[in-house]
């Protein structure tokens, strides 16, 4: 299984990207879908959760995502997306996507990342 994240790049502060993960290979089914993130010298730390069945989450440890971002995913095409409106210089990170997959010949589900895909927000 392998996970492609796309969608990153350079932006002014009040700006919007959307990314996009999208999941390919020996996949029957994909449970919960998301969105971290990993600024310069910080931890990764989650951002967004979305359940095979719509219910998103999105962490209260980064305070001001709500209301911002927009996690969502298109079932039919494996894909996550990350809307991301109003970006602030904060939001600078590398964003990686992950999805908990269930594959055609493994019998319990496996959490797959993507590679990562950079967004700077310029001030």
């Known amino acids: 299984v392998q996970l492609q994240a796309s969608g990153g790049g350079v932006v002014q502060a009040g700006g919007s990207l959307r990314l996009s993960c999208a999941a390919s290979?020996?996949?029957?089914?994909?449970?919960?879908m998301g969105w971290h993130r990993q600024a310069p010298g910080k931890e990764r730390e989650l951002v967004a959760v979305?359940?095979?069945?719509?219910?998103?989450?999105?962490?209260d440890s980064v305070k001001s995502v709500k209301g911002r971002f927009t996690v969502s995913r298109d079932n039919a095409k494996n894909t996550v997306y990350l809307q991301m409106n109003n970006l602030e210089p904060e939001d600078t990170a590398v964003y990686y996507c992950?999805?908990?997959?269930?594959?055609?010949?493994?019998?319990?589900?496996?959490?797959?990342w993507g590679q990562g895909t950079q967004v700077t927000v310029s001030s």
């Open positions: 979305i359940t095979s069945g719509g219910t998103t989450t999105y962490t």
């Open positions: 992950y999805a908990v997959v269930r594959g055609l010949r493994v019998a319990f589900p496996v959490q797959y």
């Open positions: 290979g020996s996949i029957f089914s994909i449970d919960a």
